[in-house]
Nanobody, 125 residues
Framework: QVQLVESGGGLVQAGDSLRLSCAASGRTFSNFAMGWFRQAPGKEREFVAAISRSGVSTSSADSVKGRFTISRDNAKRTVYLQMNNLRPEDTAVYYC??????????????????WGQGTQVTVSS
C-alpha cells in the first residue's frame, strides 16, 4: 500500500506559478513510477506529467509542455509538479498517482494503482 497526499494548490492569476507536492508513505517510494493527472468540472481525468522510478525520464502532455515540470526526490518520498505561466484552462483538481509496475514514465490512468485525494488549482484570467 502507498498513501499519497497532495498539497500546494490554490487560487492564482493567469501567468503565475505554483508548485504542487505529493508526499508518499507506505512502501518504498523509489519502487513506484509517479504521475500527475487533473480533472476539470464536467471533464474526464487527464494525463499531465509522469516520471520514472529513478527520476531520469519524464513525459508530459502537449498542453503543458514547456510550462510544467515534474520531478521527484526519492529521499524525501515526494514528487513535485512545478507549474509556470498558468492559464485559466489549467483550472482543475490535480491528482498524484503511483504505479506499482513499470519503470515509467507512464501516461495512462490504468497504469496507476494508488491515488491521492487531489488538490484544487484555480487560475483566474
Amino acid at each position: 500500500q502507498v498513501q499519497l497526499v497532495e498539497s500546494g494548490g490554490g487560487l492564482v492569476q493567469a501567468g503565475d506559478s505554483l508548485r504542487l507536492s505529493c508526499a508518499a508513505s507506505g512502501r518504498t517510494f523509489s519502487n513506484f513510477a509517479m504521475g500527475w493527472f487533473r480533472q476539470a468540472p464536467g471533464k474526464e481525468r487527464e494525463f499531465v506529467a509522469a516520471i520514472s522510478r529513478s527520476g531520469v525520464s519524464t513525459s508530459s502532455a502537449d498542453s503543458v509542455k514547456g510550462r510544467f515540470t515534474i520531478s521527484r526526490d526519492n529521499a524525501k518520498r515526494t514528487v513535485y509538479l512545478q507549474m509556470n505561466n498558468l492559464r485559466p484552462e489549467d483550472t482543475a483538481v490535480y491528482y498524484c498517482a503511483a504505479a506499482g509496475s513499470g519503470l515509467g514514465p507512464l501516461p495512462l490512468l490504468t497504469h496507476y494503482n494508488y491515488w491521492g485525494q487531489g488538490t484544487q488549482v484555480t487560475v483566474s484570467s
